[in-house]
């Protein structure tokens, strides 16, 4: 290059121009790098809050449903209580002293025994309280047990009468005239309710770094807040709210709050049918605007140093302003990440390709013991399972943990492709349930004792009429024992005894076959001769009364099943069979089908009648204790066998059609059965 043009290149006035040039590049690069880090910072804020919306709304459900569960077992306890005292009543005479002592075995605050008129005629209070509430008072809170609509309810929290706390009732209707009202002190549930609602988790997620306040809001105002919110622009008055509630995606604004600049995350929540609305959580913006004001003032020191020193300082602040902006957002992700792994219910392991376990939370340590270095024993079969089918596994397993107690695991295991380098890796996502199986027994068993209470007064109705018909006779007897001519007219009377004890006898017989859990002892049989044996058993029977049998299936069929239970189980179908199409007003002539049929995973026994059939509400019905349309049943037969049957794990059906016949289709599983007892 000449000296001209260089000298051309080198003009001052060009130099400038290109530094002026080059500097507004500079600054407009800085700007936009400036706009971009805003965004970063704004895209990161949006992400937290949504990490703390999705951790207020799935803790809010667990809430709900912890205080719906509550309240269901109190809501059982308290109408089996109220239920208890009215079987009482009506089979003793019940004093004060009485209903103080069901008050204490019940854990009840009060019992009171409430007329026609709403008046209470008896409690367990002192007897001031008589005169505490009103006979419109009970009339208007339990109208629908009043007015015969229902035999039950329960009212939720209210105050009690003479104004000294909230109270949990519920009551029954009398078996005379009348009602009978139960009720808890409900100090209890309410402090519950304090400590694990929703106002805890927003004062708990207020208390992180950075979290300006946290509201659950619904049209009718605030229902939940963080301390320091006193009021806030209804719903209906901002747009911007609607259009959340509309839409139910999360959506991000700038706004303020008490005169200070926030950044509020906004998403619709609906943790159950009665808590449905918006929640709010608002960042301060302090450090925000902290870092745009820096950037500001790089902008102006951009414009007072030379060209070479300003390209350099300029280039040199906006990587260094990317690179932190990058870290903070790493740190951020990388503490958060930790933090959710740290703080979840499930134990998390993450397993390399030789076993070696590379990442656990504070659950797995928990619940595996040791520093887990490579994959528990407990866990190898799943992974080899995962290795061989490349196919998530969903399993539950029994392990002890490290404390030496059994616990019941539900496991997930997935592959996750994290780089080439280290090859896939395994994730076990492990989930306790043995408390939630411990709960539903808990569950399962008051219901078993609800049924069983049940059973006995059906029980005592079926045997009173046989012990009316043996006293009767026996007073007849009473009477003419004495005459000569009375033997024959004694032998009929005695006959009838025996015959009724006989009866007593079966239907005692019955009961205690149903009442007890059948034991069933599984082993390899052969179905089909079993089913045989019960069609060759009913022939006799059968052709007595001009009813053909037939039976179709394989020549054998192996599985695991109890013999003798199932047997039994099929002659007692095969008897209501004959029975239905013995019956007067079944058409003739009948033919009774027994068919076994076969797939891959199950073995299906039809057996099909002619007979009369059943309509709609006999066929509802079948399974209730002692229900029989036969002169001489015990109504346990059906109940019997289904019991035998969901034993095996299987099911029992019946399809039945008036004047068509029924079908009875009994199905059962190809796998092993259980033993259960």
């Given at each position: ?96 002293l009485t209903l103080q002592a069901l008050a204490t075995q019940f854990r009840l605050k009060t ?513 209730d204790l002692y229900y029989t349309t036969k002169d001489r049943g015990t109504g346990l037969g ?40």
């Amino acid at each position: 290059m000449s000296h001209s043009n260089l000298h051309r290149w080198l003009n001052p006035a060009l130099i400038i121009i290109i530094a002026l040039v080059m500097g507004g590049f500079m600054v407009l690069l800085s700007v936009i790098e400036m706009q971009y880090g805003q965004k970063l910072i704004r895209d990161l804020v949006f992400e937290k809050g949504i990490v703390l919306l999705d951790q207020i709304e799935q803790s809010g459900s667990l809430a709900v449903r912890a205080g719906e569960q509550v309240e269901h077992e109190l809501e059982e306890r308290l109408l089996t209580a109220a239920l208890a005292v009215a079987q009482l009543e009506h089979s003793q005479t019940i004093d004060q002293l009485t209903l103080q002592a069901l008050a204490t075995q019940f854990r009840l605050k009060t019992v009171h025994l409430v007329g026609a008129n709403g008046k209470i005629e008896m409690t367990n209070q002192p007897a001031d309280h008589f005169d505490s509430m009103t006979g419109g008072d009970f009339q208007a809170m339990f109208s629908d047990l009043f007015a015969g609509t229902t035999e039950k309810m329960v009212v939720g929290l209210h105050m009690s009468s003479n104004q000294e706390g909230l109270r949990y009732s519920a009551a029954v209707r009398r078996l005379r005239a009348g009602i009978v009202v139960v009720s808890i002190d409900a100090a209890v549930l309410t402090k519950f309710r304090r400590s694990f609602g929703l106002g805890r988790l927003v004062r708990d997620a207020a208390t992180l770094p950075g979290v300006q306040y946290v509201v659950i809001q619904d049209k009718m105002g605030i229902v939940a807040s963080s301390s320091g919110v006193q009021e806030l622009l209804a719903i209906e008055a901002d747009p911007f709210l609607e259009q959340v509630l509309s839409s139910g995606q999360a959506h991000f604004r700038e706004s303020r709050f008490e005169g200070d600049e926030v950044f509020e995350v906004v998403r619709a929540m609906n943790v159950s049918p009665l808590l449905s609305g918006l929640v709010r959580i608002a960042f301060g913006a302090r450090e925000i605007r902290t870092l745009e004001h820096k950037s500001n003032r790089r902008l102006l020191v951009t414009f007072l140093v030379l060209f070479s020193i300003l390209t350099l300082a300029t280039y040199s602040l906006v990587i260094y302003h990317n690179l932190s902006v990058t870290r903070q957002a790493r740190d951020e992700i990388a503490n958060l990440s930790d933090a959710i792994l740290r703080d979840m219910a499930d134990a998390v392991l993450v397993v390399e390709p030789d076993r070696r376990i590379k990442l656990f939370n504070q659950q797995a340590q928990i619940l595996c013991g040791g520093q887990l270095e490579t994959l528990p024993d407990s866990l190898v079969a799943i992974y080899d399972r995962l290795v061989q089918s490349s196919i998530n596994q969903v399993t539950g397993i029994d392990m002890l943990d490290r404390n030496g107690l059994m616990r019941t695991i539900i496991v997930s295991a997935s592959t996750l492709s994290f780089s080439e380098e280290t090859g896939p890796l395994t994730v076990f996502l492990c989930h306790d349930i043995t408390e939630e199986q411990k709960l539903q027994r808990q569950v399962r068993e008051n219901e078993k004792t609800v049924a069983m209470g049940k059973l006995a007064a059906a029980v005592a109705h079926e045997i009173r009429n046989p012990l009316n018909a043996i006293g009767m006779a026996v007073q007849r007897l009473k009477t003419i024992v004495t005459t000569p001519s009375g033997h024959d007219h004694a032998t009929n009377l005695l006959n009838i005894v025996s015959e009724e004890i006989g009866r007593l006898d079966g239907i005692i017989t019955q009961f205690l076959k149903f009442a007890r859990a059948p034991v069933i002892a599984p082993q390899r049989a052969d179905l089909a001769r079993t089913v045989q044996r019960a069609v060759d058993e009913i022939k006799t029977l059968a052709q007595s009364h001009g009813i053909t049998v037939t039976s179709t299936g394989p020549a054998e069929c192996l599985l695991d099943f109890d013999e003798q239970q199932l047997f039994q189980v099929c002659l007692n179908v095969l008897t209501n069979a004959v029975d239905a199409c013995h019956e007067q007003g079944a058409p003739g002539p009948h033919q009774i089908r027994v068919t076994i049929v076969e797939t891959d995973l199950k073995v299906a026994i039809r057996i099909s009648d002619t007979g009369r059939g059943m309509d709609k509400a006999e066929l509802d019905r079948v399974f209730d204790l002692y229900y029989t349309t036969k002169d001489r049943g015990t109504g346990l037969g059906l109940p019997i066998a289904l019991n035998i049957v969901q034993a095996h794990h299987g099911t029992l059906e019946i399809d039945s059609e008036v004047n068509r016949g029924t079908t009875v289709t009994i199905t059962l599983s190809r796998g092993t059965t259980d033993h259960e007892g």
